[in-house]
């Protein structure tokens, strides 16, 4: 136990130097800290080893340390560098596993220790304790290529890397240990769960998933709980997204954009024979494989009734923000009322329109100008997009971006017939 002069003296420290505990009010802190003890390393020591039980949380006071995942083919990888403020070993008493990593002084260390046993009694009786580490281990993992779940064999499968991170999750390269081949795992946040609708929300994507037989959308082949969290296992999608290719290329030609945009349509007009829609169109979720195939990601705000019946689905999306992202976002999912297949229209005509033009359909930032821009968007003349600008895909993104999704007819099954396996222009 600290003395009453160390427990003045760390709180000093987390008056100086930010760590999670530091917002804590000041009774908080010093309930955490009377139950906490002051240990000290010598370089090349261990504060922690991959593959140990958790045993204790560590709050770095001075000094710096190194984190290492040892993979299975013996090699290490070094994920992060730890000092004064830092907390370490929040995986394990969260997630209830084995040490992730191990963690190495580089410099001389001093840091205190919370017990195991300690953690618990305390995060039980505040439980703002555990929400804070959640963020913690949220802000730690998918930030690089490699991170505590690097190498980690989990529910049958190895994760091997981290290929994308989003609000609502982390998606890692694995492989299937029974057969060896390549799998998405998809991770929610850990940010997330003590939000009821986001994890209702993640289940629901699981859902659709498992609803769709299609090869433009990838497959669901598992659905399980671990490391405190939920995973999806899909099909692994090999390829860059649009928004990626448009970073490097700008505007595309019409033969190039009509090829997308008809292997979209036809996805989407798959999608709403059964009853779904995808509610969140954009170019960071659309992938294309080598084979020239569209692929149409991340069912995470997929509404289940075609016509604006799926209350369910609108209760979920509420707690956590806008229903879809609001560049792509049609004028309607800013009101309360009820949606349809029409926002998916809107969607594609948006990222159509980006394809062409190299630019966004809306400039502003923040969310009234946005919906100012949107409600007032007049569509330039087909010269002002693009050369050679038919006027059949001029009239589908006068009639996509129309402003009142009763206006906005589309025929997704004729735009559809636009379809061909896309090639990228050699540069």
Partial sequence: MLTPQELRETLDVFAKRPSPFSDFRRELQSTLLSAMHVVSYQPGEYL????????????????????????????????????AGAVVGEISLLTKEPRTADVVASSPVRALSLPVVDFHRLADEHPELRVVLTYVLAERLGRSSYDGLSGKDIHGYRIHRTVG?????????????????????????????????????????????????????????????????????????????????????GPFPEALVRSIVGQLAETLYYVHQLGRTHNDLKPSNVIIGPSGRAKLLDFGLAKFGLRGGDDEATTVSQPIGPVGTLRYMAP????????????????????AYELLTGRPVVSASD????????????????????????????????RGLEVHPEKRIVDLSRTAEWARPIEWPVD
Avoid: W
Avoid at 332 to 351: I, K, M, R
């Fill in 332 to 351: 309607e999912q800013f009101s309360n009322d009820p949606t349809d297949y029409h926002v998916d229209v809107y969607g594609l005509a948006c990222v």
């Fill in 165 to 249: 991170r989003g609000g609502m999750g982390i998606v890692y390269e694995g492989s299937s240990l029974a057969t060896g081949e390549t799998v998405a795992l998809k991770m929610m946040n850990h940010a997330l769960l003590y939000q009821p609708a986001a994890i209702k929300r993640f289940r629901r994507e699981a859902e659709a998933l498992r609803s769709f037989q299609h090869p433009s959308i990838a497959r669901l082949y598992d659905h399980f709980a671990a490391y405190q969290t939920e995973f999806l296992v899909m099909e692994f999608c090999e390829g860059a997204t649009l928004d990626q290719r448009m970073a490097s290329h």
């Fill in 48 to 83: 922690i080893r991959q593959g140990d039980a958790g045993e204790d949380l560590l709050v770095i006071l001075e000094g710096t340390a190194t984190g290492h995942v040892r993979q299975a083919v013996g090699t290490s990888t070094p994920i992060a560098e730890f000092s």
């Fill in 367 to 398: 969310v009234f100008g946005i919906i100012q821009e949107k409600r007032a968007f007049v569509l330039p003349r087909a010269a002002e997009i693009g050369a050679g600008i038919t006027p059949e895909m001029y009239m589908f993104l006068a």
